[in-house]
C-alpha cells in the first residue's frame, strides 16, 4: 500500500516541482515502485520528467473531472519503476469546475483509491496555491512534505500553511501527518542561508529533514533536458542531495513501522509547529525526521549540506 505524500507550499518557486521529479526518481531508484501526479496546471513536472506540452494528451483533468479511469491517463515516466500522471493548463479549468462539484474535496482521493496497491510512494505535486486542486491533494494524502527555500522572508506563508493543515485535519483528513519540512536552494556561502536554516530548525525541530538541499545548477538545467537530475549529473550535490532524501523518506518509514500510529496524527506534529511560528519555542513534537545514524547529508543547522558549487 502506497504512502501518499503531497508536497505542498502555496508560496510559488519553492522547490515544490524539483523535489516531486527527483524525490520521486530516487525512491524509484531505490528500488521503490513510485507513482508522481503532477496536481499543478503549470504542468512544470510533466515536462520535467520529458513529455513536451502536447494538447492530444489525456491528463489528470480527464480523470479528476470526467472520471476516465486513472490507468488510462498513466504513463510510464522512462525511468524504471517510476510513473507520472500527468496535468496541463487545461486543469486550470478544473479548479473551477471542482467548486461545482459533488464531493468536490476528495475527488483526487476516490481518483486513486484503486491504484494504492500498486505502488510504495505516490508524490502529488501541488500548484503554488491553497485552492481546490491542493486541496484534493492534502485530503487523498497521508501526509505533507513542505519545501521552504533557505531565503529572506521564509516562513512567510508557513503558519497559513499549518493552519490550514489543521482545519483540514479537523474536516477532511483527520490523518494527515507531516512527512517533514524540506530546506531548499540552501547556499552555505552565505550567511543568510545559515541563519534561516538555523531558525527553521529551532521553529520546527524535529520535523525538518536532516537532509537539506543546496542551491545547485545542475538541479536547474536538468527539466529543460526533460530528466531528472540523477539521470543528468549523477555527481552534482543536487542528486546527491535528493537520493539522501529517499534514503530519509524511507528510513522514516520504517521505524514508523516499528513505532506503531504516527504521533502527528494525533495533532501534535502541526500544532507545535503552528505555535513555533506564532513565536513560541515549541516544534519538536513530531518524530518524522529525526537522526539516523548514517544520515551524513544531515546537519542541525551548521550548513554541512552540499558547498553549493556546481
Ligand atoms: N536546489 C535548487 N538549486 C537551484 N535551482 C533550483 C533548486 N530547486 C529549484 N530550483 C529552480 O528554481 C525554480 C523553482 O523551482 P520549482 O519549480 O521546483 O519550484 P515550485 O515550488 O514547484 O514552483 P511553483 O510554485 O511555480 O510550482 C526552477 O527554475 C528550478 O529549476
Ligand atoms: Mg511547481
Known sequence: MARIIAIANQKGGVGKTTTAVNLGASLAASEQKTLVID????????????FPKDPARR??????????????????????GLDLIPSDKNLVGASVELVLMENREYRLRAA??????KYDYILIDCPPALDLLTLNALAASDSVLVPIQCEYLALE???ELLDTL??????????????GILLTMYDDRTTLSKQVAADLRSFFGGQVFDTVIPRNVRLAEAPSHGMPVMFYDIHSKGAESYIQLAKEVIANAQKR??????????????QSAAAATAGASGGAGAPASSNTPDDS?????????GTGSD
Open 39 to 50: 496536481c499543478d496546471p503549470q504542468g512544470n513536472t510533466t515536462s520535467a520528467l520529458g
Open 59 to 80: 491528463t489528470l483533468y480527464q480523470t479528476l473531472i470526467l472520471d476516465e479511469p486513472i490507468e488510462r491517463v498513466t504513463l510510464d515516466a522512462q525511468v524504471e
Open 112 to 117: 486513486i483509491s484503486g491504484i494504492k496497491e
Open 157 to 159: 506563508g508557513v503558519s
Open 166 to 179: 489543521m482545519r483540514l485535519r479537523r474536516t477532511i483528513n483527520p490523518s494527515l501527518a507531516i512527512e
Open 257 to 270: 513501522v516499528g513505532s506503531g500510529p504516527e504521533r502527528s496524527d494525533q495533532g501534535s506534529g502541526a
Open 297 to 305: 547529508t544531515g546537519t542541525s543547522g551548521s550548513g554541512g549540506a
